[in-house]
């Protein structure tokens, strides 16, 4: 019997991915809307399929994919998000997922990722060559953002939205002082030196 596990913080949006699945025959669909749910109940009904999305409350997607692949690696996931997979999508293949869906595509996109992925096959979009790209800083940021690991990469999109360090320990379950030298590092890499220029960054390169 195929089963399937929906994760997303928006009802509505597990409500259009839950008739997606419906309507591929999936009989057994359960939901979570967020990072904490996930574990548990995976571990409780084995779903064949997962459909992640990225930006959840709390730990969020990357972290999420990495520890739900760690705990059931035959899981197939497939990612379906509103974020940019120019800087998403290769961690996302790299986290073991075997598709990447953006919410801005039609649903029938999302029907034909998960007919690739339960008959075995991934569902990746060709993305453009950034060697070649337009701007010497466009090239620049992303290689700055594509050395950042998937938790910097978090805190990064969370400091961009204008949280707080305690705010963000809260919601990671970190210490004030670990998200403190997150942030440290974060300027250090990224070559910036105050908050203001790290949010100019993070909508330049869609992150936010």
Request: net charge positive; with cysteine.
């Amino acid at each position: 019997m195929k089963s399937a596990l929906i994760v997303d913080d928006h009802p509505v949006v597990r409500a259009a991915v839950k008739l997606v699945l419906e309507a591929e025959r999936f009989k057994v669909i359960h939901e979570a809307s967020s990072a904490a749910e996930v574990m548990a109940l995976l571990r409780k009904h084995q779903p064949k399929l997962v459909i992640l999305d990225l930006k959840l409350p709390g730990l969020g997607g990357l972290e999420v994919l990495e520890r739900l692949k760690s705990a059931n690696p035959e899981c197939k996931v497939l990612i379906f998000t509103s974020q940019d997979p120019l800087h998403y999508q290769n961690r996302c293949l790299r986290g073991g997922a075997m598709g990447y869906v953006t919410k801005t595509n039609q649903l029938l996109q999302l029907h034909k990722a998960i007919q690739a992925l339960m008959s075995g096959y991934s569902y990746f979009a060709a993305l453009p060559d950034t060697t070649h790209a337009s701007s010497p800083l466009d090239r620049s940021e992303k290689q700055l953002i594509d050395q950042l690991s998937n938790r910097e990469l978090s805190i990064l999109e969370q400091l961009a939205l204008g949280k707080s360090n305690k705010a963000i320990a809260e919601d990671m379950h970190l210490s004030h002082k670990t998200v403190s030298t997150y942030k440290t590092r974060l300027m250090k890499k990224l070559a910036i030196n105050t908050t203001v220029h790290l949010r100019e960054l993070a909508k330049r390169n869609h992150l936010i």
